[in-house]
C-alpha cells in the first residue's frame, strides 16, 4: 500500500507536451488563464532539458511542460504524438525537505518507485513519485525554500 496522499495539501496541475506556445494558446482560449511565466534551461537552475509555463487558474497552480527531444526522462510516457496535452502529475506541498525524505522511504518501503528527485532548484527540492499503477498520473511532492515562497508569490494568477 502506498503512502497516503494528503489532498489538503494538493496546489498544482502538472501537464506535459511537445509544444508549450500551443499548449499556452490552449489554455489561455479554452480556460482563461491570459499569461504564464516561462522558464527555460538558460536560466540558472532551471530543470534540465524542459522548457516551463507556470500561472495559477482559480487558485491552482497549472504547470506545462515541454521537455527538450532526447531528454523528455519521466515524461516521455505521457506525451502525445499529436503534440497535444497531456496530464502527467498532481502536486502537493510538504513543509519541510525532512519530509520530502520519509516520503521518498515510504514510498519505496512501498514498492512505488522515486524516478527523479532535485534539490534547490529554482527554490524548490521535490520528489516525483511513480503513483501511475494506482492513480494513472505521477505524483509530485514540493518544498518552497525562500527564493521558491517569491517564485510562486510572482506567478501570473487568472
Do not use: C, W
Amino acid at each position: 500500500m502506498s503512502p497516503s496522499i494528503q489532498p489538503e495539501n494538493f496546489f498544482q496541475l502538472g501537464y506535459v507536451t511537445r509544444d508549450l506556445e500551443g499548449a499556452i494558446a490552449r489554455f489561455r482560449d479554452d480556460h482563461q488563464v491570459a499569461e504564464f511565466r516561462r522558464i527555460d534551461t538558460t536560466e540558472p537552475g532551471g530543470p534540465p532539458g524542459s522548457q516551463i509555463a507556470l500561472a495559477y487558474s482559480r487558485g491552482v497552480m497549472v504547470e506545462i511542460i515541454e521537455p527538450v527531444p532526447g531528454r523528455e526522462g519521466i515524461y516521455l510516457d505521457a506525451l502525445r504524438p499529436d503534440g497535444g496535452v497531456s496530464l502527467h502529475h498532481l502536486g502537493y506541498l510538504v513543509d519541510d525537505v525532512a519530509s520530502l525524505d520519509e516520503l521518498a522511504e515510504r514510498f519505496q518501503a512501498a514498492g512505488v518507485g522515486i524516478p527523479m528527485r532535485f534539490s534547490q532548484r529554482l527554490g524548490l527540492s521535490a520528489i516525483y513519485a511513480d503513483t501511475r499503477p494506482g492513480i494513472g498520473h505521477f505524483s509530485e511532492f514540493v518544498f518552497r525554500h525562500d527564493e521558491g515562497k517569491e517564485l510562486f508569490a510572482q506567478l501570473p494568477h487568472s
